[in-house]
């Protein structure tokens, strides 16, 4: 909201300092996001009297003349045809800057004679457009007085950030009122006569909608004339950021600016037969907005009707045709007070907000309408001619001040600060919150109507912690520590992201919110959550695995030249299921039964390189390896290594290569290489390891503490074999087999090589690993080592058709 | 005997001399000082010499072994000092074997160091889900429905009933649900907003929220809470301000300013000229959010706040445009740690 500085100063004093202006309005709560001081836009520029005027000696069009601006004469040379001695004019001191032109007034020589300074044109100025020659001023303008003050437009434009609890302060008059509570200051309310009219013209308030239109005040005005209106009241409204249109709409919205509520002018010639209804639309009813759109009207939106047809939308916007036009000579004013709700969902429901609904939307008093109007008429009267025929006014349950009781004392527990009850009384009769009751305790207060949004003690409370001051709350010394519920949801994630970091993936952060196509990579389509309102129409859905988003960034990153990549994120995946049973009618109820799942990830995925080219070392292309070889190292670091088991997926639709992670006998998550297939779809054309892992059930497989276990006292021996068979082994199953022989003393089975070539035979593969043993209670002996090594061999051979190599 | 000791002596000087290598050196051991050694031998000799001179000769044996070793160290370290000055020269100014390192994202680092402020101030940390229900994430913080507070909060909806949050406040109303006071946790996470991606909005961005019930929590603990964050992140010497606002959920709500940190509050473009930055919104719980998860206002009072976590590291480290944070452009991701 913009409001005048000057307009602003006819309600209340302000301070000189614009500094302790912002201050006091931020300090109330009315944040002052701008401060626009147009005062320094005709720095330099005064009222200039011009003593004499004679033809310049070396040039005909130009003048030579000696100007008064109120501190000493300086010689001008002039260019513009009307000027005279005797003129009161626009005078541009030396140093004055002219935004127009773009330049600075200097002293400088024109045809040999110096001039210094210059006689301007309002166009100059920036006002108008008129070219023709220089401004000619009143006669009684005073040499020296600074131009903008001369034509009052010494205004300071402030930005008001309003929160939407304080629709009393969307006008001049409401923040004045809160600029006279905070300094202590009287609020200046100009002089407004009710009207009476003795013989009111026929005319009737039909208000069917009581509930949506607590009241409705009306006035007409006959014998108006429609015309621009006078310089002070077009400078206020473009001051507030509101675009003059003609004397009546102007005065509807200076009011509107003055005392914040909302008015409409209708031209009573328009309308048919003598009388307004205030009614809810019916289904497909349609008008034409002022905006010139025919607009269908939303079930239910509260319509102000003349006998035939609507004219307008309640609080919203009025009809085109019924709007005021040049050629208009009789209006009806409306003030009236409607029901923010149902303000509110019309114009959400017609993507149509204006100055008007938004103030509505935030609560209008009841108690203003009639002061409103009569201030209305006052000034068009003042300006435009004609006559009031007649006042309406429907209030059917008039609104009194709402009853609050206020302990002081729980102020001071809430704030804990000691405000006297002396103060708090002072604040809450600056704020024209009457006490009408007191008892040791409470102060019973009426709150005024237009502070809709004050209900509660607890509102109150916040009335005179703002006004009192934020700042006079102290900082306490020491701070609290509770020792009460411990719990830190962050911690186990926060691991995972130093672990993965530690092993070289950079973390990224992507949009949970992906292109549906991608949503569904590996998922069925019902699994997938889509948003129904999206701004962005090609990112609907929530992700239900992370791999789009590390694919996105691998292909972005490829593309500017970075392609060998270690990236990981940690982030929420959403999947749904939608129970889809019918109801006892045999109608699909999916909606309500629908649930959301929704998961803590964490994905790695590596491509490119796994090390450069370097002195030390060739370029190796990454693998699925060192993929594994990460999360292995994950997993010893949690120590949980040895509770997870991995296993082939041959079902997944990601890729041929899957292997899923179980930890302790729960899903714990996949490693992926990623297929072609889905690569190309993300313009990746190189191979992409992948592994997402949930982090949840890897939290509550670690156990939070580890105990002491002896350290082994006696040596370890190691042995070695080396078998081949059938190519389409796993490696881990051999390994399996060695563990399961459950061989006296084996501590641990480790792979060392795999190879397979010609001599093997086709399909065969040489698998060679170490096998270390350990007694806890002596040195092995030599022939207790090759009984179990036998005994190993003997299940190979029989599990695998396993040979032993040389 | 004695001439023996003396020509040994003349030898091992010699031989010592000459040790030109370990094996040498070893041989060298071996051959006088070992048990088996020509010392050894002569003190084997000690029993057939005359018993008046056996004392003398046996002095002088002693002599004489401690000689050798004498000899011997100093032959050893002198092939050290050799060994050092004759070592291959290695070329140390090829660069070393890197360890590749990775980068926390600039949003996790804002995160973890403001959380960590608040755990040192005895905050617990709680986590929530994104997806809500509009109970939690409006109606039970006090969102009337229809109130243009909504408009602050542009929401996606997925059914008539979920949603994805607009803020991590929802989580306090959880938590309240699940302990009874006191209550003290800060609850960091990811929020969404149905807005057009631009440089200064977007989709999703991350908050940390916190809350602390208990009996005769006041105003002013807020301030002290708040205070010292302020002071703990972005120094010691800033000035603030705390100013009445409005969030649906608190009352009094209050936004806090501190002094920009890149003008001293002499007023620049990242201020607004206000001198100004707002860094946070608060507030002590209103009493109708605790009669929602059936806490006596009476008995207990709160505060409430709520830092954006974006706008924190945007100011901090002088980024322009949030969609850099979403993209995953690892040239800017590199750019800090």
Known sequence: ?806 | MKEKIDALLEEMRRVAAGLESEQAAEQFRIMYLSRKGTIAQLFEQLKDVAPEIKPRMGKALNGLRQEGQSLLDAALAALVTTRDATHDTIDLTLPGRTHARGHMHIVSQTVEEISDIFRRMGFSVADGPEIETEYYNFEALNFAADHPARDMQDTFFITDNHLLRTHTTPVQVRLMEQYRPPIRAIFPGKVYRNEVISARSHVQFHQIDGLFVDRGVTFADLKGTLVTFARMYYGSSLKYRFRPSYFPFTEPSAEMDISCYLCHGTGCRVCKQSGWLEILGCGMVDPNVFSFVDVDPEEYSGYAFGIGIERTAMLRHGIDDIRLLFENDLRVNHQFN
């Not at chain 1, 237009?450 to 900082?475: K, N, S, T």
């Open chain 1, 1 to 806: 909201m913009l409001l005048s500085r000057n307009w602003l100063a006819s309600y209340v004093d302000l301070p000189e300092s614009l500094e302790e202006l912002d201050q006091i309005l931020t300090n109330v709560g009315l944040e002052v996001e701008s401060i626009e001081d147009r005062r320094e836009a005709f720095a330099n520029i005064v009222v200039g009297d011009v003593r004499t005027c004679e033809k310049h000696p070396d040039a005909d069009k130009l003048s030579v003349c000696t100007v008064d601006d109120g501190t000493g004469s300086h010689t001008v040379v002039c260019g513009a045809p009307n000027v005279r001695a005797g003129q009161k004019i626009v005078f541009a001191r030396v140093g004055a800057r002219i935004e127009t032109l773009g330049f600075t007034i200097d002293r400088r020589k024109i045809r040999g004679v110096e001039s210094a300074g210059m006689i301007c044109s309002t166009a100059e100025l920036g006002l108008d457009d008129d070219h023709s020659g220089i401004a000619v001023l009143d006669d009684n303008a005073v040499p020296g007085t600074p131009i903008a003050r001369h034509l009052g437009l010494d205004d300071v434009i402030l930005g008001i950030g309003i929160t939407p609890n304080r629709g009393d302060a969307l006008s001049h008059i409401g923040t004045a009122r809160d600029i006279a509570a905070a300094r202590g200051t009287e609020l200046r309310l100009p002089e407004v006569p009710a009207l009476t009219v003795a013989l009111p013209e026929p005319f009737m308030i039909e208000n069917r909608s009581p509930s949506l239109c607590p009241r409705y005040t009306g006035a007409i005005l006959r014998n108006i004339r429609v015309m621009e209106s006078p310089d002070w009241l077009r400078q206020a409204l473009t001051a507030a950021g509101i675009r003059p249109i003609n004397n009546i709409v102007d005065v509807t919205n200076y009011v509107m600016m003055e005392i914040g509520q909302p008015m409409h002018a209708f031209d009573l010639a328009t309308l048919q037969g003598s009388r307004i209804v205030v009614r809810t639309a019916d289904a497909g009813e349609r008008m034409t907005t002022l905006d010139g759109q025919e607009r269908e009207l939303p079930a239910d939106a509260l319509l102000i009707c003349d006998e035939r047809q609507p004219v307008a939308i309640a609080g919203v916007m009025g009809g085109a045709q019924s709007s005021v036009t040049d050629g208009t000579t009789s209006i009806l004013l409306e003030s009236a007070c409607f029901d923010p709700s149902s303000v509110r969902r019309t114009a959400r429901l017609l993507q149509l907000s204006t100055d008007s609904s938004y103030r509505f939307e935030r609560g209008s008093d009841p108690n203003i309408t009639a002061w409103a109007i009569h201030r209305a008429a006052q000034l068009i009267l003042s300006i435009g001619h004609g006559e009031v025929t007649g006042v309406y006014d429907n209030y059917p349950v008039p609104i009194a001040r709402r009853r609050i009781a206020l302990r002081p004392a729980f102020v001071n527990r809430l704030l804990g600060i000691e405000i006297d009850a002396g103060r708090q009384r002072e604040i809450l009769r600056a704020l024209q919150i009457e006490i009408v009751e007191e008892d040791a305790d409470a102060f019973t207060c009426l709150v005024p109507t237009f502070r809709g949004d004050l209900e509660r003690e607890i509102d109150l409370v916040e009335e005179i912690a703002r006004i009192h001051g934020y700042d006079a709350i102290p900082v306490p010394t020491r701070i609290e520590m509770n020792v009460g519920h411990r719990f830190d949801d962050q911690e186990f994630p926060r691991t995972l992201r130093r672990l993965v970091l530690g092993f070289g993936f950079d973390e990224i952060l992507s949009s949970s919110l992906v292109p549906r196509d991608h949503a569904g990579i590996g998922r069925a389509a019902s699994d997938v959550s889509v948003v129904r309102n999206p701004v962005s129409k090609e990112r609907p859905a929530l992700r239900t695995s992370l791999l789009p988003s590390l694919l996105e960034a691998i292909d972005l990153n490829c593309r500017n030249g970075h392609d060998s990549l270690r990236i990981a994120e940690i982030g929420h995946v959403f999947s749904r299921e939608a129970t889809a049973a019918s109801d006892a009618h045999g109608g699909a109820r999916v909606e309500e039964r629908t649930s959301f799942i929704e998961r803590n990830m964490l994905a790695l995925a590596i491509t490119g390189n796994a090390s450069d080219r370097e002195w030390y070392s060739a370029v190796r292309p990454a693998d699925f390896f060192d993929l594994k070889g990460a999360v292995e190292a994950m997993l010893a670091a949690l120590y949980i290594d040895n509770e997870t088991i991995f296993s082939y997926d041959r079902s997944s639709t990601l890729s041929e290569n899957v292997l899923t992670l179980e930890v302790k006998g729960r899903y714990a998550g996949q490693l992926v290489e990623i297929s072609d297939t889905i690569l190309a779809s993300f313009d990746i054309d190189q191979p992409v390891y992948y592994a997402e892992l949930d982090i949840d059930t890897l939290r509550d497989a670690v156990s939070d503490r580890q105990t002491y276990v002896p350290v082994p006292k006696f040596p370890s021996v190691t042995r070695d074999l080396a078998i081949v068979v059938d190519a389409s082994i796993p490696a881990a199953r051999i390994v399996e087999t060695v563990r399961n022989t459950r061989a006296a003393n084996l501590r641990n089975v480790r792979v060392v090589d795999v190879f397979s070539n010609e001599s093997l035979g086709r399909n065969r593969k040489s698998v060679a690993f170490t096998m270390t043993f350990q007694s806890e209670e002596r040195t092995l002996r030599d022939d207790e080592i090759n009984g179990a090594v036998d005994a190993i061999v003997t299940s190979l051979r029989r599990d695998f058709t396993a040979e032993l190599r040389a």
